[in-house]
């Protein structure tokens, strides 16, 4: 499936987000570890990219890294979360983005837990929670 882009220019962008928001999304920027909303966030829900709206992760693929940020095993789905390679601050990531506004949300490593061993390392600022409804 193939998801339909959003693009806005960045004055756009601006008048919708908070400006760390758009910092973060927009800009590539990291918030402080331990200062954003959702690292030690523990409800069960779905977490939307912050600028489009996009489901991105659920909180069951979400476990305690020790690292300040949002952490997830993997995406709700693949075709929601794009990655590409990032060599800036001479290190090797890969930077991964919102499939539909190409926001971005952080990095991928390949040191997260079983059944996928990847970590996707999240910046709080790029996301929304959902909380699930009572069953
Ligand atoms: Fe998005």
Redesign the pocket.
């Known amino acids: 499936m193939t998801i339909e882009k959003?693009t806005k220019t960045d004055a756009e962008w601006q008048k919708l987000l908070t400006p760390e928001q758009f910092r973060v999304t927009r800009k590539k920027g990291t918030e402080r570890a331990f200062t954003g909303e959702y690292w030690n966030h523990h409800e069960k829900g779905v977490y939307r990219?912050v600028?489009?709206?996009?489901e991105l992760f659920n909180s069951e693929t979400k476990f305690d890294s020790g690292t300040g940020w949002p952490s997830f095993y993997e995406p709700i789905s693949r075709d929601h979360v794009g990655a590409q390679a990032d060599n800036s601050f001479f290190m090797r990531r890969t930077e991964v983005h919102?499939a539909?506004?190409e926001?971005h949300l952080g990095h991928v490593f390949d040191d997260g837990p079983k059944p996928t061993g990847l970590r996707y390392c999240i910046n709080s600022a790029a996301l929304q929670f959902e909380k699930k409804k009572q069953e």
């Open positions: 959003i990219c600028a489009c709206g996009l919102c539909r506004c926001s």
